[in-house]
T-cell receptor, first 114, second 115 residues
Framework: KQEVTQIPAALSVPEGENLVLNCSFT??????LQWFRQDPGKGLTSLLL?????REQTSGRLNASLDKSSGRSTLYIAASQPGDSATYLC?????????????FGGGTRVLVKP | KAGVTQTPRYLIKTRGQQVTLSCSPI?????VSWYQQTPGQGLQFLFE???????NKGNFPGRFSGRQFSNSRSEMNVSTLELGDSALYLC??????????????FGPGTRLTVL
């Protein structure tokens, strides 16, 4: 059974500092890994998707790495801004019975202080 | 292109009642998945529908059911509501092309409160 863990559960940094968010998973047989952002009471916004064959993916200030062999992914957010305050979730995709299922970590709640 | 829409956005029900939630996927997407989000359990997979057929099911009791229509719109039903069913219910759509680039796009969710 796939289990996804995100540590720390909460993080507070001053504006301008780089953010490093960690995600680990127990089963390396994944299809892809997605990072999402969730604002309070809202749905999920997809930030980055890393295919299982890739090592990293970049979008603007965001960079995500994937090490399947060790079951780890890291999301880097450069030069954090107060608008980056949100909960960040990672989810691994496994192909089950010809369907796509996401298993989520518990999330890291980020606060960027001005 | 319009995103995933969910209706209603908020619902208040009492124990024992039943409720139906609706999800309209992104145009062209054939897969719709449902997730339950609670503070204690986080995000948990309920089920996935593809071409009007349930393809995967999570570990939830039979009170949770769903269906998908020919236009890919999906409904989720919860019967005999319990207090513990209070949660944010999210639906996600994807092309489900079988490619590892298959991205799931989430709707804004339906906040269900059971009193």
């Amino acid at each position: 059974k796939q289990e996804v863990t995100q540590i720390p559960a909460a993080l507070s940094v001053p504006e301008g500092e780089n953010l490093v968010l960690n995600c680990s998973f127990t089963d390396s047989a994944i299809y892809n890994l997605q990072w999402f952002r969730q604002d309070p009471g809202k749905g999920l916004t997809s930030l980055l998707l890393i295919q299982s064959s890739q090592r990293e993916q970049t979008s603007g200030r965001l960079n995500a790495s994937l090490d399947k062999s060790s079951g780890r992914s890291t999301l880097y957010i450069a030069a954090s801004q107060p608008g980056d305050s949100a909960t960040y979730l990672c989810a691994v995709s496994t192909w089950v019975a010809a369907g796509n299922k996401l298993t989520f970590g518990g999330g890291t709640r980020v606060l960027v202080k001005p | 292109k319009a995103g995933v829409t969910q209706t209603p956005r908020y619902l208040i029900k009492t124990r024992g009642q039943q409720v139906t939630l609706s999800c309209s996927p992104i145009s062209g997407h054939r897969s719709v998945s449902w997730y339950q989000q609670t503070p204690g359990q986080g995000l948990q997979f309920l089920f996935e529908y593809f071409s009007e057929t349930q393809r995967n099911k999570g570990n939830f009791p039979g009170r949770f059911s769903g269906r998908q229509f020919s236009n890919s719109r999906s409904e989720m039903n919860v019967s005999t509501l319990e207090l513990g069913d209070s949660a944010l219910y999210l639906c996600a759509s994807s092309l489900s092309s079988g490619a590892s680039t298959d991205t799931q796009y989430f709707g804004p969710g339906t906040r269900l409160t059971v009193l």
